[in-house]
C-alpha cells in the first residue's frame, strides 16, 4: 500500500477543517493566491509569492517564509500533475474582535485541486462577455490586494445565468470599467493597449502584470487609466485574463462584437512563453 | 459527573471546526448576528431573527427556520448567564468559484461567549472618540447587511492604538461621516436627533433601530441623512450604540467635547426599559 498524498494541509498538517473562531471565515480576514500547476509545476512562483506578502504586509498579517510554502507545496504536488494550488492565509484565530490581539499565529492552507472544466475553445474563438449591475466600492487600501472580502464578486456572479456567457464585467461605484468578476479586461484601442487602472478598486492579477510586461517588450503603447464602458465598445479588440485561463480573446460585450486580432494572438503567444519560462519551484 | 453543555454548535452538533471549503472561509460569504444574553435570555430575538433573515435574502443565503435556531440556543443557554450570542450563517461549503452551486447547504455556527470587558463606567461617564482614516467603499447592495466582508473594519480597528480611546468613526469614500467599526453613531444638534443614511454603507444595528423608534415615541425630531464631520462638531451631544453595549454617551471626538445631556440620559433609559422588555426566546 503506497501513502496517501495529502491534496490539502492546515499550518502543514493534512487536515480538512479549521477552527470556528478564524478570522478568515470571521471577517474575510486573509489574503489568497490560486496559481496555475502544469505538469508538477506552478506556473509564475516568485510572482504569486511577491503578491501574498504584499497583501500580507498591507494587511499586518505575519507571512510564513517562503521556504515552508516551497516545502508544503513539494508535498502536494504529484509529477506531471494538472491542477490550481491555493494558498489561503488568514490573521489566524481569536475572539471575536474587529482589532486582532498581537502576535496572533497566522493560518495558512495549502490545497491541491483539479483544473476546472472551462468553455472548450475559450483560449482560441474566444466567449462572450456581459456587464454586470454588481458594482464594486471603491477603496484605496484594499485595491489591488487578492483579499477575501469578495462578496462583490459572489453577487456579480449570481447574476450571469446565460450558459453562454463565460464572464461578467464589473464597473465601480463611479461608473467606470474595473475588470471582470474573476478576470482583469484589456482594450486594443487605435494601436493602444489600454486598461484599467486598479488604484480604488479591483484586483492586480499576475497575467495582468505579465501582459504589461510584455506589451512594453513589444513595445506597444500602453495606457493604464480609468475607462468608460462607452469607450470600451469603441475598441477594436478585448481580451480576459488571469492566472488559470491566461487569455481568453474576447468575442463579444453584450450586442458590440470584437474581432480576434492581431495584437491579442501575439499577446496570448508571449503569455505561453513566460508561463513555460517561469514555471517551477526555486528548488525544481 | 454532569454532562458538558456545549457552547458551540455547528449545524446542530457540538463541533469547534468547519471545513476549509467552507465559503464564510473562501470569500466572506456569510451574515452574522451578535446578540446580547442577560440572565439567561437574549435581548431582541424577533429583531435579530428578522435582519438575519433580511441579510440571508439579499444574498440569496437559504436561511434556517427560526424554529431549529430557537431549539438550538436554547441548548446553548445557561440559566442566569450573562454573555454574548452569536449566530453565523455562511452560504456553505463548495468548489473555489464566486459562482455557487445552486442548493448548497448553508452553514450555521452558534457560539455562546463570556460577555467582553469593557471600559468601566463608559455607559455612564462616556467614552473618547477618534475619525480614522480608513474609510468605508459605498455599495448600496451590501449596504446595512450584518455580512462577514469586513476588512475595512479591521483595517480601521488597527489605527486605535491609544488605550483612552474605546472606538473611532469612520467617513465613507466621499466624506461622510457613517458609524464607528462597531457602532452607530448619534448626534444631537439644536433639538434633533440625527444619525447617517445607510443607504451606501455601514451595519443597520438593532440598537439603532430602537433608538429611532423611542426617538419616534418621545415625539423628537429625526433626522437621517448625509453628514459631515464639520456638522458633527457642531453637534451638543453625541452617543454611540449597539446590540452589547446598548449605548455609549461621546465625551470627546478628536478635541471636540460633548457634553452628556438630557437627550442622551432618556434614550438610555429608554433602550434598557425595551432591552428588558424584548428579553427571551419566544419560548421563554
Redesign the interface.
Known amino acids: 500500500m503506497t501513502k496517501a498524498i495529502p491534496n ?1 494541509l ?1 499550518n502543514g498538517l493534512p ?6 473562531d ?8 486573509g489574503i ?1 493566491e ?1 496559481i496555475k500547476v502544469c505538469e508538477g509545476a506552478p506556473e509564475f512562483w516568485r510572482r504569486h509569492l511577491r503578491r501574498l506578502y504584499l497583501g500580507a504586509k498591507s ?2 498579517i505575519e507571512a510564513p517564509a517562503e521556504a515552508t510554502l516551497v516545502k508544503e507545496t513539494t508535498s502536494l504536488l504529484r509529477a506531471s500533475c494538472d491542477g ?1 494550488l ?1 494558498i ?1 492565509l ?2 489566524g484565530g481569536g ?6 490581539k498581537p502576535n496572533l499565529r497566522p493560518t495558512r ?1 495549502l ?1 491541491l ?1 483539479a483544473f ?1 472544466g472551462y468553455p472548450k475553445n475559450a483560449s482560441t474563438q474566444g466567449v462572450r462577455v456581459r456587464l454586470l449591475e ?6 484605496p ?2 485595491a489591488g490586494i487578492k ?12 447574476e ?1 445565468t446565460e450558459p453562454e456567457i463565460a464572464e461578467g464585467l464589473m464597473l465601480d ?1 463611479e461608473g467606470y470599467l474595473i475588470e471582470g ?2 478576470t482583469n479586461v484589456f482594450f486594443v484601442s487605435n494601436g493602444s493597449l489600454v486598461t484599467p487602472a486598479l488604484t480604488k ?1 479591483g484586483v492586480a492579477g499576475i497575467l495582468r502584470e505579465i501582459v504589461l510586461e510584455e506589451a512594453r517588450r513589444l513595445k506597444h503603447t500602453i495606457e493604464i487609466r480609468p475607462i468608460r464602458p462607452a469607450e470600451a465598445y469603441c475598441a477594436q479588440e478585448c481580451f480576459l485574463t488571469n492566472s488559470l485561463i491566461h487569455l481568453w480573446p474576447v468575442q463579444s460585450i453584450e450586442n458590440r462584437t470584437y474581432v480576434i486580432g492581431a495584437f491579442t494572438r501575439e499577446l496570448a503567444r508571449s503569455i505561453k512563453v513566460r508561463a513555460f519560462a517561469e514555471r517551477g519551484l526555486p528548488s525544481q
Open positions: 490539502l492546515v487536515a480538512g477543517a479549521i477552527p470556528t478564524d478570522r478568515g471565515l470571521r471577517y474575510g480576514d489568497f490560486t494587511l499586518k490550481v491555493r489561503r488568514t490573521r475572539t471575536a474582535s474587529y482589532r486582532s492552507i490545497e485541486d476546472p454588481t458594482r464594486l466600492g471603491q477603496n487600501a484594499l483579499h477575501m472580502n469578495r462578496l462583490e464578486q459572489v453577487l456579480a456572479a449570481q450571469i461605484r468578476t474573476r478598486a
